[in-house]
T-cell receptor, first 115, second 115 residues
Framework: GAGVSQSPRYKVTKRGQDVALRCDPI?????LYWYRQALGQGPEFLTY????????KSGLPNDRFSAERPEGSISTLTIQRTEQRDSAMYRC?????????????FGPGTRLTVT | GDSVTQMEGPVTLSEEAFLTINCTYT??????LFWYVQYPGEGLQLLLK?????DKGSNKGFEATYRKETTSFHLEKGSVQVSDSAVYFC??????????????FGKGTKLSVKP
């Protein structure tokens, strides 16, 4: 079956522009997660949803970052007024439900470069 | 705060060699522990897990035992193959509280297996 997909796979943007990163989870998965991964580091948690409800956004670095999952399926991570320090790989993951929060299936990621 | 430390890479082995990748953790409670693997060009995949002390997770010939007394979860394989070449991430997840769903990853260890 189809795995987690993310789009775009690569995004180059100029400092100050807004970007929207999309995640399409595995069909039927209740939970959806966003992580950010710097080069040579492990993924760092940003936020997660159960259905359409944002359960934890403690990892979002500042108020330029926001995420939504309005219908409990596709999610969008938005970064406003991008800065060079936002350059990273942004990874999305999904899991079947609250009993399997940590069996997360990751997408291929979106490589964001802010110039 | 909670954290994971894993051995620095890269690790280069010959085919059929024995593999150990060390992982230790710091946590205020009793986490579940995981190894994720990232093959070239792909997203992270759950390799194995252990949810309580003395549990052994195993998959594809890999094993790791949850050692509470040494706060460790070392990954081992008796005979590696070229196809095991990947980046391996140790991670923990808390089983209660507001941070459920938040996987905390180590920095990753790159393994290269030569024929």
């Amino acid at each position: 079956g189809a795995g987690v997909s993310q789009s775009p796979r690569y995004k180059v943007t100029k400092r100050g522009q807004d970007v929207a990163l999309r995640c399409d989870p595995i069909s039927g998965h209740v939970s959806l997660y966003w992580y950010r991964q710097a080069l040579g580091q492990g993924p760092e948690f940003l936020t997660y949803f159960n259905y359409e409800a944002q359960q934890d956004k403690s990892g979002l670095p500042n108020d330029r970052f926001s995420a939504e999952r309005p219908e409990g399926s596709i999610s969008t991570l938005t970064i406003q007024r991008t800065e060079q320090r936002d350059s990273a790989m942004y990874r999305c993951a999904s899991s079947p439900g609250t009993g399997n929060l940590y069996e997360q299936y990751f997408g291929p990621g979106t490589r964001l470069t802010v110039t | 705060g909670d954290s994971v430390t894993q051995m620095e890479g890269p690790v280069t082995l010959s085919e059929e060699a024995f593999l150990t990748i060390n992982c230790t953790y710091t946590a205020t409670g009793y986490p579940s522990l995981f190894w994720y693997v990232q093959y070239p060009g792909e997203g992270l995949q759950l390799l194995l897990k252990a949810t309580k002390a003395d549990d052994k997770g195993s998959n594809k010939g890999f094993e790791a035992t949850y050692r509470k007394e040494t706060t460790s979860f070392h990954l081992e394989k008796g005979s590696v193959q070229v196809s095991d070449s990947a980046v391996y991430f140790c991670a923990l997840g808390m089983n209660y509280g507001g941070s459920q769903g938040n996987l905390i990853f180590g920095k990753g260890t790159k393994l290269s297996v030569k024929p």
